[in-house]
C-alpha cells in the first residue's frame, strides 16, 4: 500500500495548457508539501499545507496553485504552462507540527511542456 | 533561504573504494538529515543528526554532525553498486520551521 502517492507518473503537454497532479498520503501526516526538482537534480521547496491551511508558499508564479480539500489530499494546478515548468513535481509528508520531521516523498510526476 | 553546499557534485568511483562526501553552510542549524535518491523515486530518509559533533552509523554508512552544527559529512566505506545514488542534506528552513532546504546533491555512482 503506496504511502505518497502521486497522479499522473507523466505528463506531456503543450505550453499554455492547464494541468492538474493529485497527491494522496494515507500515513495521517498533518503537513503536505509540493517540491520541484529542475534538470539539474535541484530539489526546492514550493508549498506546505498543515490540517488543509496554506502555511509555505515560496517564491511561486500565480499560474501554479495548490488545493487541499482534506488532510490527506494535496493537488496542484498549474494555469498556461511554459517551457521553464518543465520538471519533476514531488509530493511529500511529514508528521511534525511546529517542526518538520522525516519527509516521506511520493515517485514524482514528470511533467515535459513543448 | 540558509543554504546548504554540498561536495562534490559528481563522485564516480569502483565497487569497494571508500569515499566521503559534505554538506556545509554558514548558518547553523538545530538538525540536518541525509536522503538518498534513486532514478524514478522519490528520495528517501537516511540518518537525522542533531546534536553537534553526533556520529551515526548505518551499515557502512558514516555520518557526522559538526560541532557547531553548520556542517555534515557522510562517509561510505567499501562501496557498492547499490550505493549508487543522488544524495541530499537537508536542513529545516529559516523561513518555517514546517519545510526542509535541501543542498544540491552529491550523484554517485559506483561501478562493479
Known amino acids: 500500500d503506496t504511502a505518497v502517492s502521486q497522479t499522473p507518473k507523466y505528463l506531456v503537454t503543450q505550453m499554455g495548457n492547464d494541468k492538474s497532479i493529485k497527491c494522496e498520503q494515507n500515513l495521517g501526516h498533518d503537513t503536505m508539501y509540493w517540491y520541484k526538482q529542475d534538470s539539474k537534480k535541484f530539489l526546492k521547496i514550493m508549498f506546505s499545507?498543515?490540517?488543509?491551511?496554506?502555511?509555505i508558499n515560496e517564491t511561486v508564479p500565480n499560474r501554479f496553485s495548490p488545493k487541499s480539500p482534506d488532510k490527506a489530499h494535496l493537488n496542484l494546478h498549474i494555469n498556461s504552462l511554459e517551457l521553464g515548468d518543465s520538471a519533476v513535481y514531488f509530493c511529500?509528508?511529514?508528521?511534525?507540527?511546529?517542526?518538520?520531521?522525516?519527509?516521506?516523498f511520493g515517485e514524482g510526476s514528470r511533467l515535459t511542456v513543448l | 533561504t540558509q543554504l546548504l553546499e554540498q561536495s562534490p557534485q559528481f563522485l564516480s568511483i569502483q565497487e569497494g573504494e571508500n569515499l566521503t562526501v559534505y554538506c556545509n553552510s554558514s548558518s547553523v542549524f538545530s538538525s540536518l538529515q541525509w536522503y538518498r535518491q534513486e532514478p524514478g523515486e522519490g528520495p528517501v530518509l537516511l540518518v537525522t543528526?542533531?546534536?553537534?559533533?553526533e556520529v551515526k552509523k548505518l551499515k557502512r554508512l558514516t555520518f557526522q554532525f559538526g560541532d557547531a552544527r553548520k556542517d555534515s559529512s557522510l562517509h561510505i566505506t567499501a562501496a557498492q553498486p547499490g550505493d549508487t545514488g543522488l544524495y541530499l542534506c537537508?536542513?529545516?528552513?529559516?523561513?518555517?520551521?514546517?519545510?526542509?532546504?535541501f543542498g544540491k546533491g552529491t550523484s554517485l555512482l559506483v561501478t562493479p
Open positions: 511529500a509528508s511529514s508528521p511534525g507540527t511546529g517542526f518538520v520531521g522525516e519527509l516521506f
Open positions: 537537508a536542513g529545516p528552513s529559516s523561513n518555517s520551521g514546517y519545510a526542509l532546504n
Open positions: 499545507y498543515n490540517n488543509k491551511e496554506l502555511i
Open positions: 543528526v542533531v546534536t553537534g559533533g
